[in-house]
T-cell receptor, first 111, second 113 residues
Framework: QKEVEQNSGPLSVPEGAIASLNCTYS??????FFWYRQYSGKSPELIMS????GDKEDGRFTAQLNKASQYVSLLIRDSQPSDSATYLC???????????FGTGTRLTIIP | EPEVTQTPSHQVTQMGQEVILRCVPI?????FYWYRQILGQKVEFLVS????????KSEIFDDQFSVERPDGSNFTLKIRSTKLEDSAMYFC???????????FGPGTRLTVL
């Protein structure tokens, strides 16, 4: 079974601190990696995509990919209350088109 | 900024009835998808559609489900005979090419009574 695993949380982080979200995946053939944010009752909204090993930064967000360890993470700097949401890790495996999602990590930023 | 749109936002139906969920993908996108999310569970892939045919489908996407692109803008998901367990949020997504970012619509909440 090709799975994506996330700690379901909840993860509580003080406002202004760094939130660190982690994800592991089982298929070594995974080629594309995504972090989506989902507010309650809403659809997934893309935060970051990453395709090669290393770090990718976009504003307050940094995605990190380590294919050897089959690990992808998301760091949120200067966390804001509006960052409170469920963060979904998703991958696309080689030869497929579908996104395989993890169960999501619920993040709460404490003012 | 272009967006994926979906109608209706909420559909209530009786068990055994047919429903059609509608999506308008982003206009220059070529790949279209349906996903569903049962309350409290993870987002699950249903089907992908490219060049007017299904390119991949999951085990969930059985004979009760069908997809269609009836014109140049709409992409529909039909459930022929709804079951209680079909109650979920259904998301349409689209993208320009395979294996890159998929953009999601706001979803249709389907409630089967």
């Amino acid at each position: 079974q090709k799975e994506v695993e996330q700690n379901s949380g909840p993860l509580s982080v003080p406002e202004g601190a760094i939130a660190s979200l982690n994800c592991t995946y089982s298929d070594r053939g995974s080629q594309s990696f995504f972090w989506y944010r989902q507010y309650s009752g809403k659809s997934p909204e893309l935060i970051m995509s990453i395709y090669s090993n290393g770090d990718k930064e976009d504003g307050r967000f940094t995605a990190q990919l380590n294919k050897a360890s089959q690990y992808v993470s998301l760091l949120i700097r200067d966390s804001q209350p509006s960052d409170s949401a469920t963060y979904l890790c998703a991958v696309i495996n080689f030869g497929n088109e579908k996104l395989t999602f993890g169960t999501g990590t619920r993040l709460t930023i404490i003012p | 900024e272009p967006e994926v749109t979906q109608t209706p936002s909420h559909q209530v139906t009786q068990m055994g009835q047919e429903v059609i969920l509608r999506c308008v993908p982003i206009s220059n996108h070529l790949y279209f998808y349906w996903y569903r999310q049962i309350l409290g569970q993870k987002v699950e892939f249903l089907v992908s559609f490219y060049n007017n045919e299904i390119s991949e489908k999951s085990e969930i996407f059985d004979d009760q489900f069908s997809v269609e692109r009836p014109d140049g803008s709409n992409f529909t998901l039909k459930i022929r005979s709804t079951k209680l367990e079909d109650s979920a949020m259904y998301f349409c997504a689209s993208t320009t090419e395979s294996a890159v970012t998929q953009y999601f619509g706001p979803g249709t909440r389907l409630t089967v009574l």
